[in-house]
């Protein structure tokens, strides 16, 4: 199985990758289109500025390619926000993926929202053998609202989107390359669809 990890200098993706050879996989990192293109798997990370990310995918044509992907994609934390129509962090239009637009925590709560939270309402097969609360690893002052594509959600102030999903698509607002046991299983699911 060929598993690829966007490399577009906006992701933490040394951490992913050990955590995919950790499950006994191997995973290339590259930026490019027809390697891409051909993988089994995708990884799309991102960690950072929602504009300053996206103009890195626009420079580099990635912009067009990854929504045209066939096999499955896993958007983690800003890739996952970069699949959305659009963010609030710097007015950023995203890859129109998934149907809905992330916004920034307000005031009542602190951000960025660092740490463990409980994941609860668990509907996919991204999810199999993760039980409901338990918890996983977030780094985020921006959120994507429930929506019809969520598949999970997360309680900071108010229920969010942890996890989307459309088609061929699936994106995670947690980092499970972070979450121990339970990061783990689901990368374990995503890499056996």
Same mark, same amino acid.
């Given at each position: 199985?060929?598993?690829?990890? %966007?490399?577009?200098?906006?992701?933490?993706?040394?951490?992913?990758? @050990?955590?995919?050879?950790?499950?006994?996989?191997?995973?290339?990192?590259?930026?490019? +289109?027809?390697?891409?293109?051909?993988?089994?798997?995708?990884?799309?990370?991102? +960690?950072?500025?929602?504009?300053?990310?996206?103009?890195?995918? !626009?420079?580099?044509?990635? &912009?067009?390619?990854?929504?045209?992907?066939?096999?499955?994609?896993?958007?983690?934390?800003?890739?996952?926000?970069?699949?959305?129509?659009?963010?609030?962090?710097?007015?950023?239009?995203?890859?129109? %993926?998934?149907?809905?637009?992330? +916004?920034?925590? &307000?005031?009542?709560?602190?951000?960025?929202?660092?740490?463990?939270?409980?994941?609860?309402?668990?509907?996919? !097969?991204? @999810?199999?053998?993760?039980?409901?609360?338990?918890?996983?690893?977030?780094?985020?002052?921006?959120?994507?609202?429930?929506?019809?594509?969520?598949?999970?959600?997360?309680?900071?102030?108010?229920?969010?989107?942890?996890?989307?999903?459309?088609?061929?698509?699936?994106?995670?607002? @947690?980092?499970?390359?972070?979450?121990?046991?339970?990061?783990? !299983?689901?990368?374990?699911?995503?890499?056996?669809?």
């Amino acid at each position: 199985m060929k598993i690829v990890i %966007i490399n577009y200098g906006a992701g933490n993706i040394q951490s992913i990758k @050990f955590a995919i050879i950790r499950l006994g996989y191997e995973a290339v990192l590259s930026n490019d +289109v027809q390697e891409i293109q051909n993988a089994d798997k995708v990884i799309f990370p991102g +960690v950072g500025e929602a504009s300053s990310a996206m103009h890195k995918l !626009r420079d580099s044509g990635l &912009d067009k390619i990854i929504p045209t992907l066939k096999q499955p994609v896993l958007g983690i934390c800003l890739g996952m926000q970069l699949m959305c129509n659009s963010s609030e962090e710097g007015n950023t239009t995203g890859l129109r %993926i998934f149907d809905v637009d992330v +916004v920034k925590f &307000d005031d009542t709560v602190k951000v960025p929202q660092i740490g463990w939270n409980q994941i609860t309402n668990l509907k996919s !097969r991204l @999810f199999k053998d993760v039980e409901e609360k338990e918890h996983i690893y977030l780094v985020h002052s921006f959120y994507a609202p429930i929506c019809a594509e969520t598949i999970a959600t997360c309680d900071y102030g108010l229920a969010y989107s942890a996890a989307l999903k459309k088609d061929n698509f699936y994106g995670t607002q @947690f980092h499970p390359e972070k979450s121990s046991d339970v990061g783990q !299983r689901i990368l374990e699911n995503f890499l056996q669809m």
